[in-house]
Structures are given as C-alpha cells and as structure tokens.
C-alpha cells in the first residue's frame, strides 16, 4: 500500500520560512497526486496544497496562497512543502497524503496513504 | 465548495447504529469521501466515491448518497470504532473537510 514520513517540523519564529519534507515509499510515486494535509491543535482537517503526479499542476488553499510553494523530485519519491512568512495560524500537524488518482483537478477518490505528520509551531 | 457535517459529536454504546450526515454546499455528485481518525493517528480513508467502502475496511461501515446530501453509518459499533470521523468533498479544488463527529 505504500509509507509517507514527513520531516522537517519544529518551532519557527513568526515571520520566518519553513520546509517540509515527504517522502514515499513503496508505491509508484510518480502515478500519484499528493496533498499536504494541516489539523491545528484540537481542531479539524485542513487541505493545505496538493500537486499531480507529473508535480506540473499545483494548487493552494487561499489561507496559504502567495505564502506556499509545493514541489517535488519524482526522481527522488519525495515532495516538499515550503511556507513563507509563517503566522500563528500556521500552527499545526502537517500530513502529506497520498491521493488514489494521478491527476488532482479532476475529481478523485480520496487520499488513501498518509503519513504520521510533522508538528510545525509558530512562535513570537 | 462548503461541507457541513453534523452532529459534531454523538454518545452511543457499543452495538449501536450509527449516522452521520454531510451536505455539501453545491453538488459534487458522488464526490463523498469518509475518514476515520483516532487520537494522534493520521486520518484513514472508510469510504469513496460516497458508497464504495475502502478495500480492507469492514462492512459495518456504510456511506450513502449523492449530489449534496450525504450519510456514513456504522453499523453495530465495535469498541475500536470511538473516534472522529470526517467527510471530505474530492470534486473541486481546494478539497474541504466536514468539521468532524466525534463519536464518544
């Protein structure tokens, strides 16, 4: 079924850029969409941004536009998730996801891989 | 597109029936995913495609609907099924979560 570990979380000053990493394993990486998932401390879900197999389409959610830059190295199996100027509301356990199709415009059918998250807080 | 799911939480015993409804804000056909997550587990995918149950998962679960209206039934609650559960529409971009059911 495949493995996701994301790294690169810790505590960032406000302000401040942060990059998270993905990386996959045990899956065909470059026939899958990834997304970024976000869960702030006691609250809900949060699709943050995602990118097609090929890494050519990239979408963001508006809370992360013109802040985030997601890629990744399909040579590599890894993807990246990159924030600048990072606020309080950044604050959260960032997934990345696998989804069960390679494009993500189109509608698909969920994210069935996850990782375990890497913890990200914003301090001032 | 908005995913209004309720209740935000429910008590129930073991051996209950279970229901949880989701709307969406405008149709996203069968666009309907369902997630289970437990206390600092990553979410786990139940259903797609609004009735299609996730290889691996057990029949107890049950998702039903299409358009804007959608519901995710559990059938004869299991100890291991307490937890949050979350719809999710797949259809557009950005992807939008229910607030969650906690089922306690």
């Known amino acids: 079924e495949g493995q996701l570990l994301e790294s690169g979380g810790g505590v960032v000053q406000m302000g401040e850029s942060l990059r998270l990493s993905c990386a996959s394993s045990g899956f065909t990486f470059s026939r899958s969409a990834i997304s970024w998932v976000r869960q702030a401390p006691g609250k809900g879900l949060e699709w943050v941004s995602g990118?097609?197999?090929?890494?050519?389409?990239?979408y963001y959610a508006d809370s992360v536009k013109g802040r985030c830059t997601i890629t990744r190295d399909n040579s590599k199996s890894m993807v990246y998730l990159e924030i600048h100027d990072v606020r309080h509301e950044d604050t959260a356990l960032y997934f990345c996801?696998?989804?069960?199709?390679?494009?993500?415009?189109?509608?698909?059918?969920?994210?069935?891989?996850w990782g375990q998250g890497t913890t990200v807080t914003v301090s001032s | 597109i908005q995913m209004t799911q309720s209740p935000s939480a429910l008590s129930a015993s073991v051996g209950d029936r279970v229901t949880i409804t989701c709307r969406a804000s405008e149709s996203i056909s069968n666009y309907a995913i369902w997630y289970q997550q437990k206390p600092g587990k990553p979410p786990k995918i139940l259903i797609y495609?609004?009735?299609v149950l996730q290889s691996g998962v057990p029949s107890r679960f049950s998702g039903s609907g299409s358009g804007t209206d959608f519901t995710f039934t559990i059938t004869n609650l299991q100890p291991e099924d307490f937890a949050t559960y979350y719809c999710q529409q797949s259809l557009t971009l950005p992807r939008t979560f229910g607030q969650g059911t906690k089922v306690e």
């Open positions: 990118t097609s197999g090929s890494g050519t389409s990239k």
């Open positions: 495609a609004a009735s």
């Open positions: 996801a696998k989804d069960k199709s390679y494009d993500i415009v189109a509608g698909t059918y969920g994210m069935d891989v």
